[in-house]
Structure formats: structure tokens, C-alpha cells
């Protein structure tokens, strides 16, 4: 089945920069879309950014727009997030997600994403 790992996560000061990875092994049944969600301490869980695989669709969340660039190496099986201009209200462990069910376009919310990784913590100072 299908594996996701994040990584890339720490510490940064306000305005810093940071890049996580999402490494996903196994079997992709024909994925459609994945995405980057992040959830806060005591807050639920929010969409980030997210694109169908092929490209055609891009979504990011407002609170992101311009800061934030996903990306994707096909080849490798790879998501990447860019975050520049971190802001403390950033701060969350962000989770990769993935979804094999027909879509042509990025679903915004957690339920229609089938696999997920483990998460990994970003926290930005002030």
C-alpha cells in the first residue's frame, strides 16, 4: 500500500524560510491529488495548498497565497512545500495527504484524502 513520510520541519524565526518534503513509497493506484494540510494546538485541522497531479489545478488556502509554493518531482514520488516568510501563526505539525479517487480538481478538505503521512512539526518564533 501506500507510504507518506514528511520531513523538513524546526525551528525558524519570523520571515525565515523553510522547505518540507513528502516521500511517498508503495503502490499509487492512479493518484489524483495531493496536498498539504496543517493543524495548530487546539484548532482543526486546515487545507495549505494542494494540486492534481498532472498540474492542472493549484489551490492554496488565503492565509498562504503568495508565501507558500508546492511542487512535485513525478519521477521521484516526492510533494514539496516552500514556505517563505514564515509567520508565527504558521506554527502547526504540517501532514502530506493523498487521495486515488477521480478528481479533477484539489479537494480543500481532509475527508477526501484516503492516504495520509505522519506529520511534521514547524514552529516559527517571533
Known amino acids: 500500500q501506500v507510504q507518506l513520510v514528511e520531513s523538513g520541519g524546526g525551528l525558524v524565526q519570523a520571515g525565515g524560510s523553510l522547505r518540507l518534503s513528502c516521500a511517498a513509497s508503495?503502490?499509487?493506484?492512479?493518484?489524483?491529488?495531493m496536498g498539504w494540510f496543517r493543524q495548530a494546538p487546539g484548532k482543526e485541522r486546515e487545507f495549505v495548498s494542494g494540486?492534481?497531479?498532472?498540474?492542472?489545478?493549484?489551490v492554496d488556502a488565503n492565509a498562504v497565497k503568495g508565501r507558500f509554493n508546492i511542487s512535485r518531482d513525478v519521477a521521484k514520488n516526492t510533494l514539496f512545500l516552500q514556505m517563505n516568510n514564515l509567520k508565527p501563526e504558521d506554527t502547526a505539525v504540517y501532514y502530506c495527504?493523498?487521495?486515488?479517487?477521480?478528481?479533477?480538481?484539489?479537494?480543500?478538505?481532509?475527508?477526501?484524502?484516503?492516504?495520509w503521512g505522519p506529520g511534521t512539526q514547524v514552529t516559527v518564533s517571533s
Open positions: 495527504a493523498g487521495t486515488d479517487v477521480y478528481t479533477t480538481f484539489v479537494p480543500t478538505v481532509a475527508g477526501a484524502y484516503k492516504y
Open positions: 494540486n492534481t497531479w498532472n498540474g492542472r489545478d493549484i
Open positions: 508503495g503502490h499509487f493506484p492512479r493518484v489524483y491529488a
